[in-house]
Nanobody, 124 residues
């Protein structure tokens, strides 16, 4: 599967952005999906994950209550709705996919497929 992330941009603190991750290839519904991010000078970190069916979702503590991950299997697309953005959310955001669900969606080495990343910048 090939992934294309989009929707990043510059936003003021407190604002919102919606990221999209469009997938090509078949059997999109067989892939668990996740969003990771990497800020300048920092390691890439888990943001949110969603199961194949969309019935199970998980979030990093730093974004709980502000971000929401979702997917539309009919359109081969996943989303990350980001609200109440903070300057510390500034990073390059990547979507990732793996075939079948895993109990620990925050382990990035378990994802063989990655999108190219989209920049999110939150100004104070």
């Amino acid at each position: 599967v090939q992934l294309q992330a989009s929707g990043g941009g510059l936003v003021q603190a407190g604002g919102s952005l919606r990221l999209s991750c469009a997938a090509s290839g078949r059997a999109f519904s067989n892939y668990a999906l996740a969003w990771f991010r990497q800020a300048p000078g920092k390691e890439r970190e888990f943001v949110a994950g969603i199961s194949q069916s969309g019935g199970s979702r998980s979030y990093a503590d730093s974004v709980k209550g502000r971000f929401a991950i979702s997917r539309d299997n009919a359109k081969n697309t996943a989303f990350l709705q980001m609200n109440s953005l903070k300057p510390e959310d500034t990073a390059v955001y990547y979507c990732a996919a793996r075939y079948f669900d895993i109990p620990t969606p925050d382990q990035q080495h378990r994802y063989p497929y990655w999108g190219q990343g989209t920049q999110v910048t939150v100004s104070s």
